[in-house]
T-cell receptor
Framework: EADIYQTPRYLVIGTGKKITLECSQT?????MYWYQQDPGMELHLIHY???????EKGDLSSESTVSRIRTEHFPLTLESARPSHTSQYLC??????????????????FGPGTRLTVL | KNQVEQSPQSLIILEGKNCTLQ??????????LRWYKQDTGRGPVSLTI?????NTKSNGRYTATLDADTKQSSLHITASQLSDSASYIC?????????????FGRGTQLTVWP
């Protein structure tokens, strides 16, 4: 089981509030990711990081911001939450691994997710 | 356009039965394909991963196959159990960048009834 944690697991807040979703991993992985997932839909990458002080926006436009001050910690912040931000947010980290086939793969380990509801 | 399509969208089977889930992709250049299991309200957990040179890989009762020529993969579940009820997600990685961009399918929602 992956050692990657997210808090809170569930959050219900009002419009306009500032929130921070926490993500931490104890595996020493350099790469970390934030995904957004709506019910029955695919995961969409919103932010990623290659390491400390490295952050990039993903494919899905997001009004959130991230920071990576420590290897193990990758928080996501919404300055002013809106109902359109209601979704499940999944954090992941990855390591480069050699496969028996001779190739190398980047396996992502996911946290349990934060279910955010903005009223 | 790089895409991953999964079928069926949902599936209901009785406990003890076998089932096969399908994944078709158009991702190029191809690096690897993974199957994840996602329980309701949880994050995805990796089941199998296959690179270009592999055409089958097993993980307990789960067996994944890959045909890189037709760009198809399947996940076969043997002797299903109630705990197999989950969404099964096919994820394909390309070789176009250092990140190894991931393309996610929408998943097949499997329900196992007693």
């Amino acid at each position: 089981e992956a050692d990657i944690y997210q808090t809170p697991r569930y959050l219900v807040i009002g419009t306009g509030k500032k929130i921070t979703l926490e993500c931490s991993q104890t595996m020493g992985h350099d790469k970390m990711y934030w995904y957004q997932q709506d019910p029955g839909m695919e995961l969409h990458l919103i932010h990623y990081s290659y390491g400390v002080n490295s952050t990039e926006k993903g494919d899905l436009s997001s009004e959130s911001t991230v920071s990576r001050i420590r290897t193990e910690h990758f928080p996501l912040t919404l300055e002013s939450a809106r109902p359109s931000h209601t979704s499940q947010y999944l954090c992941a980290s990855s390591e480069l691994r050699s496969e028996t086939s001779g190739g190398r793969t980047d396996t992502q380990y996911f946290g349990p997710g934060t279910r955010l509801t903005v009223l | 356009k790089n895409q991953v399509e999964q079928s069926p969208q949902s599936l209901i089977i009785l406990e003890g039965k076998n089932c096969t889930l399908q994944c078709n992709y158009t991702v190029s250049p191809f690096s690897n394909l993974r199957w994840y299991k996602q329980d309701t309200g949880r994050g995805p957990v990796s089941l199998t991963i296959m690179t270009f040179s592999e055409n089958t890989k097993s993980n307990g009762r789960y067996t994944a196959t890959l045909d890189a020529d037709t760009k198809q993969s399947s996940l076969h579940i043997t002797a299903s159990q109630l705990s197999d009820s989950a969404s099964y997600i096919c994820v394909v990685s390309d070789r176009g960048s250092t990140l190894g961009r991931l393309y996610f399918g929408r998943g097949t929602q499997l329900t196992v009834w007693p």
